[in-house]
């Protein structure tokens, strides 16, 4: 059973960091690229950053470049968002993305919200 499962959402200050995990099972992790997406109320889902199978070059949406850092350790079938610098705009639910040619699989999502 594939199963992606997001946590360390929350509510945090602007300015402040968070780090998403994503931790995967049912599916062989290493070959898929990983991605995080987010949907914010009344938006359509973005993507934010995603990291290939080989962990090379890394993409970034031009609104967290700089501020994010997408990773993620095959060892332990997780990928990571490192989120710093936040600010009120972040705020959305963030989605794990798994997916390998058309083979795609998504997580339930975690909240994080940025406010004073």
């Known amino acids: 059973q594939v199963q992606l499962v997001e946590s360390g959402g929350g509510l945090v200050h602007p300015g402040g960091s968070l780090r998403l995990s994503c931790a995967a099972s049912?599916?062989?992790?290493?070959?898929?690229?990983m991605s995080w997406y987010r949907q914010a109320p009344g938006k359509e889902r973005e993507l934010v950053a995603r990291?290939?199978?080989?962990?090379?070059?890394?993409n970034y949406a031009d609104s967290v470049k700089g501020r994010f850092t997408i990773s993620r350790d095959n060892a332990k079938n997780t990928v990571y968002l490192q989120m710093n610098s936040l600010r009120p705009e972040d705020t959305a639910v963030y989605y794990c993305?798994?997916?390998?040619?058309?083979?795609?699989?998504w997580g339930q999502g975690t909240q994080v919200t940025v406010s004073s």
């Open positions: 993305n798994a997916r390998y040619i058309w083979r795609a699989y």
């Open positions: 049912g599916f062989t992790f290493n070959i898929y690229a």
């Open positions: 990291i290939t199978s080989t962990e090379n070059s890394p």
